[in-house]
């Protein structure tokens, strides 16, 4: 197992690498600098000030500084909050889409599981009919669609909840992103555990549990319900990161100041490390969270390691 840990943890590097390679070409092939909105300035100044940030270099000194850097855990200078450093406004901006991605997070495993579970052992019932229409329910509605029309029967209509803002995270402010961002992981976790335990259900080994005389909840909890669980979880390393980085949209929407209002105006005022540090910081998020689920996988199915 430590073998397979170590090896799977090795093959993240090169794809981090390629990540950072590629978003850096990218960044520095878009037309106009991250002064070039400022107007009114001399040559010889601006020439200063793109000395002072290395960008009068050649681009390949340049991404071999940004990897020097990268190594001592230095995101560089914002642009354009002249004040604060990349670490500085990330570290501010990504503690509120970790709480809300979190709470999100587990609203969608915990009732993904349960409505695909519930579902799959309720075969062509009308809960079976029920729960996956509201699965596809929350899959065709788009986040941006959802979170408005939570806002106005929620906050608008009834006013039980605040419409939005953070307030320092109070529980009450949480609740219509959270539902809001949970919504489309619910369904999706809904179908996929469906599907497999359908398929767990109609195999030998429970087929031979049942014929032992055993309780069905108990061949549910102990012999089903962990194969059944395999294609859910090798789902949940990218949606973990999809939730926790936080949707520009529902962020936008309920006005809360999260990594994804931070990356929408670091690309508007052409910050490049500011838009680079997020997308390298949202890359190796994603690069571990996979590599995590790959060893789960492999701890729970001991055939993926050879």
């Known amino acids: 197992m430590l073998r397979f840990v170590f090896k799977r943890l090795l093959e993240s590097i090169p794809t981090l690498l390629l990540l950072i390679t ?37 681009l390949y000194i340049q991404y071999f500084n940004y990897l020097g850097d990268l190594l ?10 002249k004040d604060f450093t990349v670490n500085e406004l990330v570290a501010e901006s990504f503690p509120v889409s970790a709480e809300i991605g979190l709470w999100a997070f587990i609203t969608a495993v915990v009732l993904g599981v349960l409505f695909g579970t519930i579902a799959a052992l309720r075969q062509n019932t009308w809960m079976d009919y029920g729960v996956m229409s509201l699965a596809m329910t929350g899959v065709v509605i788009p986040s941006f669609v959802l979170a408005p029309l939570l806002i106005l029967i929620f ?48 195999s030998n080994f429970i087929r031979t549990a049942r014929a032992k005389g055993l309780p069905a909840r108990y061949i549910i909890w102990r012999h089903a319900l962990r194969p059944a669980l395999l294609p859910v979880i ?44 997020i997308t390298v910081l949202i890359g190796a998020l994603t690069i571990a969270f996979n590599a995590i689920v790959d060893i789960l996988y492999a701890y729970i199915d001991p055939k993926i390691r050879y």
């Open 155 to 202: 906050a608008v209509h009834y006013r039980w909840l605040p419409a939005g803002g953070w307030q320092g995270g109070q529980w009450m402010f949480l609740i219509l992103p959270v539902i809001a961002m949970a919504a489309h992981y619910v369904s999706s976790i809904a179908r996929i555990m469906r599907g497999s335990m359908i398929e767990v259900m109609h």
């Open 234 to 277: 090798s789902y949940l390393g990218p949606a973990f990161v999809g939730i926790i980085t936080g949707s520009v949209v529902i962020e936008t929407i309920f006005g809360l100041p999260g990594i994804g209002q931070l990356f929408v105006n670091g690309s508007l005022n052409r910050d490049y490390s500011m838009v680079l540090g």
């Open 22 to 58: 590629v978003s850096f070409v990218l960044m520095h092939a878009a037309p106009g600098s991250p002064f070039s909105a400022e107007r009114n300035i001399p040559p010889e100044i601006m020439a200063n000030i793109e000395a002072k940030y290395g960008l009068d270099q050649p």
């Open 72 to 81: 001592q855990g230095d995101l560089g200078p914002s642009f354009k909050y």
